[in-house]
C-alpha cells in the first residue's frame, strides 16, 4: 500500500527516538577549537573519536554548550565521508534536577519511601506507591487510600525520562557508511563566549615613554567547559542577521601583538578581518573569567598635552565672563609604529595608566578607553585634568556687522583667556578653538594654526608659576 506524503512525514518526525542512541562525551574528545568574537558569539569545533554501527543511528553529542544556535550546528564524518549523512537533530535543554524530574512524572506512579522505628528499637524502610497528581505550589501524591500534600521520605523514580538529559545534547540521527570508529567534527555558534582587551601602561618619571602590558579577557557563561582549546579571536566588525526579539551585534576586534619576550599571539589575514591565534591550548572553564596575556612592549615614546577646548557656541552671542575656571585636560598619545616596538594592530579596550611616586610605588593616574587601531596610528589617551594648571576665559567684545542677504549674518567676537600655570616648571598649553561657520582671525596675540575648517589651536606656554594671557578676535559668517 502506498503512504500518503503526510503519512511519510509522521513516520519520519520521531526518527530520533525510534534509533539506537549512541552516546558520546568530551572523554572522547580528539581536539577542540575555540574562535572566539566580542560580544557573545563564538564558534566551536569540537572533534570526537565515536564507534558507531552501520546504518542509521541517532549520535547523542554531549556536552555542547547551553547556548548552542542550533540551526548552526553541522557534524563531519572525516573518517568516512562517503556515505555518510544527517537526517535530523535535536537539541535537548531540558536538563536533570531534582524539580524538573518530579514535574516529569506528573500523572504517572512514583514510589515513596518512608523510615519506621519499630517496637524493638530497629528502624526499617516502607515503600509505597503514590500517583503524582500536581508539583506546580507543592508537591501533591495520591496514595491507595489518600491524598498528601507534605509527605516525610524519599521519592524512587523507575527511569529518566528520554527528553530529560544530565547534561546539554545534540541528538542527531545519521547514516553511518561502516561499523567502525569513526572522527566526527561538530562546529557550530554559541552565545555566552565573550573577550575584550585591557592594557595596562606605566609612565616613566620624566613621562617621555612608557611600558605597555596587554591581556585578553575571556568571559564563559555558556554553561560547559572547554579543555585544552585552541584559543582564537577574529578581529572586525562580522555582520550578523538582527533577530526579531532584540538580537545582538558583534562589536569586533583588533587584536595585535608586540616583538617581547612574553608570550603572544599569532597574527593573519581572513577576509577583511584579522584572526590571531594563542600559541599554545588552554582551557576555559565554565562560568570563569580567564586572562591570558596579549602583548608586551617596552620604552615607547609618549607625548603629553595639555588641552583647553572651547565651544563653538561662543562666537553666537554676547556671553561676557565664560567661566571663572576652566578645566585644562592632561592627554598622552603615542604611534603605534615598528620604530616605537609597536606595529601591530591593537583591540579595542581599556588602557590604564600607573607612574611611579617619589618612594618608587605605582600609582594609578587614569584611564582611557580606545577604538581598534591599526598599524601607524596614534593612540590618545585622556587621563584627566591637571590640578596646577588652569584657565580662565571672558569675552571682551561681540558685535553684529549685519546681515548678509536673507539667512546669513556677520558676527565679530574678542576673547581674553588667562591661562595660569602653579608648577615649578615651564609648561605649554593647546588652546583648541571649534569656531562656527566661516571664519577669519583678524587679531590675535599669539599665532594660530588652522587644525579643520572649523578649529584654531593655539600653543600657549606658561612660565613656571606664572600666567600667560591669549587674546584674539574672530570674525565670523553663518
Not at 70 to 88: K, M, N, Q, S, Y
Not at 125 to 146: I, M, W, Y
Not at 315 to 333: C, H, P, W
Request: one cysteine or more.
Amino acid at each position: 500500500m502506498r503512504m500518503s506524503p503526510l503519512t511519510l512525514l509522521l513516520v519520519a518526525l520521531p526518527l530520533c527516538a525510534q534509533l539506537k542512541e549512541i552516546p558520546t562525551t568530551q572523554k572522547d574528545q580528539q581536539s577542540l577549537a575555540v574562535t572566539i568574537y566580542n560580544e557573545n558569539l563564538a564558534l566551536v569545533k569540537d572533534t570526537r573519536e565515536v564507534r558507531l554501527p552501520k546504518g542509521e543511528v541517532a549520535l547523542a553529542f554531549q556536552e555542547v554548550s547551553v547556548q548552542i544556535r542550533p540551526e548552526t550546528a553541522l557534524l563531519r564524518d572525516i573518517t568516512h565521508p562517503e556515505g555518510f549523512w544527517v537526517a535530523e537533530q535535536n537539541f535537548d535543554f531540558d536538563l536533570l534536577t531534582p524539580q524538573k524530574l518530579l514535574d516529569k512524572y506528573v500523572g504517572e506512579k512514583v514510589g515513596i519511601i518512608t523510615t519506621q522505628r519499630e517496637d524493638n528499637g530497629k528502624t526499617v524502610e516502607k515503600r509505597e506507591e503514590a500517583l503524582v497528581l500536581a508539583t506546580n505550589s507543592g508537591t501533591v501524591l495520591q496514595f491507595p487510600d489518600r491524598i498528601e500534600t507534605s509527605y516525610v521520605g524519599r521519592i524512587v523514580f523507575p527511569k529518566v525520562p528520554e527528553n530529560l538529559r544530565a547534561r546539554p545534547t545534540l541528538v542527531i540521527s545519521l547514516n553511518s557508511p561502516v561499523a567502525a570508529t569513526q572522527k566526527l567534527e561538530l562546529s557550530y555558534l554559541t552565545g555566552g563566549l565573550a573577550w575584550r582587551a585591557d592594557y595596562v601602561a606605566n609612565l616613566a618619571s620624566d613621562e617621555k615613554t612608557m611600558d605597555l602590558s596587554g591581556w585578553v579577557t575571556l568571559t564563559n557563561t555558556s554553561g560547559v567547559a572547554y579543555p585544552n582549546a585552541m584559543l582564537q579571536l577574529v578581529a572586525g566588525d562580522v555582520n550578523r542577521v538582527q533577530e526579531r526579539r532584540g538580537g545582538y551585534q558583534i562589536d569586533g576586534m583588533a587584536v595585535g601583538a608586540m616583538k617581547a619576550a612574553a608570550p603572544q599571539m599569532k597574527e593573519e589575514s581572513l577576509f577583511e578581518y584579522h584572526l590571531y591565534t594563542l600559541d599554545r591550548p588552554t582551557t576555559v572553564k565554565a562560568d570563569q573569567t580567564k586572562q591570558v596575556a596579549l602583548l608586551s612592549a617596552s620604552n615607547i615614546p609618549v607625548r603629553k598635552e595639555y588641552l583647553l577646548r572651547g565651544e563653538s557656541y561662543y562666537y553666537q552671542g554676547s556671553y561676557g565672563e565664560i567661566d571663572a575656571k576652566l578645566k585644562v585636560g592632561v592627554y598622552v598619545e603615542f604611534d603605534n609604529r615598528e620604530a616605537n616596538h609597536m606595529g601591530m594592530p591593537l583591540p579595542k579596550g581599556t588602557v590604564r595608566v600607573y607612574k611611579r611616586d617619589s618612594e618608587g610605588r605605582a600609582q594609578f593616574i587614569g584611564e582611557d578607553a580606545i577604538d581598534h587601531t591599526p598599524r601607524n596610528e596614534t593612540v590618545r589617551l585622556k587621563l584627566g585634568d591637571a590640578f596646577d594648571v588652569t584657565a580662565r576665559r571672558k569675552q571682551t567684545d561681540f558685535k553684529s556687522l549685519g546681515a548678509i542677504g536673507k539667512y546669513h549674518y556677520n558676527f565679530e567676537t574678542a576673547f581674553e583667556v588667562e591661562l595660569k600655570n602653579a608648577k615649578k616648571e615651564a609648561v605649554t598649553v593647546s588652546v583648541l578653538e571649534p569656531i562656527y561657520g566661516d571664519w577669519e582671525i583678524i587679531q590675535e596675540s599669539h599665532p594660530h594654526t588652522k587644525e579643520s575648517a572649523g578649529a584654531a589651536k593655539f600653543k600657549i606656554a606658561i612660565p613656571a608659576e606664572g600666567s600667560t594671557k591669549l587674546t584674539y578676535r574672530v570674525r565670523t559668517k553663518w
